[in-house]
């Protein structure tokens, strides 16, 4: 009994740690587009995205029962599958946080979670129906869907303001802006935080402490909600500099359209119980933004190395879990190896971040080049009046000269 005492407070702290690392892996999906438009200083836009995070956690239970009830079968799950799960999740997002890339926590937590069972219990013990209607279709979709809706605001909203008083208007939109992050911050609480209570609860019900099709427990909804909150105050700010200027370079009305659309889809998917990724959604609705707006471009070869994550998230973290799950197969010392590895490994990837420090005083900073297809559309495409595009258009092509032109030499 005290050996199961002990793996199972070992699963829940690591969960939570997981939860933590959700949270400043996806602090961008709310915040990102707001700091890199001005509308909020970035410090308090990470404040209130923590808080209704915190909020959002409380207001359903959808996505967790399918976490702890729907993905894998419970009957085969032990509290070492489980911790082997959180480990690979864990261990990619912090390696996609270092290198700046929006990648999805629900994947990766996902993927974790198939590999370990995969390697405990067989195939079998995987739902794949669920897995398929509940997770895969929703991956593709909710990027496509978002990013079209995005694309088709950000045009009405340009269209709508045309004679619009500059000034007022763009204090507007940042207005609207501000209320649409607060409303990603809501829709990310009632998703991703309730991943980590799915996974609690799954945990529970594995070491027998919770009966089987049991909801989260009140503990596990206010610790859960308390660890991504804190995890989103202190700030992915890697990737809120790639979400926010590496990905495109956004005006408020591109900001507000983008932060609907996404909140919208992720909303609708908190509801249906469909584990979304945040991720996907608010990166789909930034790029549609992006194309919406005339002149806009979107910086593709920073899209495609995020797709390469995205497409990569479900399979290595689930690799990882599958093989830290064989290893916690030899007993206590090697849920020990396990434990030991995670701490060095995340310690490891800190120390490496260190050597160039992204923070809330230069992350708008990008040093992300424009790529050929983006100067050759900006250099063809005339910019709204007013935007700032035009004067970064203008400085690149260079002034006629004033000089008189050389006399032709007489014969």
């Not at 690392?21 to 996806?26: E, S, W």
């Not at 269209?159 to 809501?186: C, E, H, M, P, W």
């Not at 591109?254 to 908190?270: E, R, W």
């Amino acid at each position: 009994m005290e050996n199961f005492s002990l793996i199972l407070a070992i699963v829940v702290v690591t969960a939570l740690a997981f939860d933590f690392t959700n949270g400043f892996h996806d602090t961008a999906n709310a915040m990102a587009t707001t700091i890199s438009t001005g509308a909020l200083k970035p410090k308090v836009a990470v404040a209130m995205s923590a808080a209704l995070n915190l909020v959002g956690a409380f207001l359903s239970v959808e996505v967790a029962n399918t976490i702890s009830k729907g993905l894998v079968d419970e009957t085969g799950i032990r509290p070492e599958v489980i911790f082997a799960a959180l480990v690979g999740a864990i261990l990619w997002n912090l390696l996609t946080w270092l290198v700046g890339l929006p990648s999805s926590s629900s994947h990766a937590l996902m993927g974790g979670l198939i590999g370990a069972t995969i390697a405990s219990a067989g195939f079998g013990a995987v739902h794949g129906d669920a897995l398929v209607t509940k997770v895969l279709i929703p991956a593709i979709a909710a990027p496509l869907v978002a990013g079209i809706a995005a694309l088709l605001a950000t045009r009405l909203t340009y269209t709508l303001g045309k004679k619009a008083d500059g000034n007022a208007a763009k204090k507007g939109y940042r207005a609207g802006q501000i209320a649409s992050a607060g409303l990603v911050s809501l829709a990310h609480g009632t998703n991703d935080a309730q991943k980590t209570m799915g996974i609690i609860t799954l945990a529970l019900v594995a070491g027998g402490t919770l009966a089987p099709d049991s909801d989260p427990p009140m503990w596990v909804i206010l610790s859960a909600g308390l660890a991504i909150a804190l995890g989103t105050y202190l700030g992915g700010w890697r990737i809120i500099r790639t979400m926010g200027k590496g990905l495109t370079d956004l005006q408020p009305q591109q900001g507000f359209a983008a932060q609907t659309s996404a909140a919208t889809v992720i909303l609708a998917s908190s509801h249906l119980g469909f584990s979304l990724s945040t991720t996907h959604s608010v990166s789909g609705a930034v790029m549609g933004a992006g194309l919406g707006r005339k002149g806009g471009v979107v910086r593709w070869s920073t899209a495609t190395r995020m797709f390469v994550a995205w497409g990569l998230t479900l399979p290595a973290a689930a690799l990882v879990g599958a093989l830290a799950e064989y290893v916690t197969g030899f007993g206590a010392w090697g849920t020990t190896l396990v434990a030991i590895f995670l701490v060095a490994s995340s310690v490891a990837i800190w120390k490496i971040s260190r050597r160039e420090v992204v923070d809330h005083t230069n992350v708008n900073e990008s040093d992300e080049p424009a790529g050929v297809v983006t100067t050759a559309m900006a250099a063809v495409t005339v910019p709204p009046a007013g935007s700032t595009a035009t004067e970064d258009l203008a400085a690149t092509i260079p002034a006629p000269s004033s000089e008189p032109a050389p006399s032709q030499a007489t014969v």
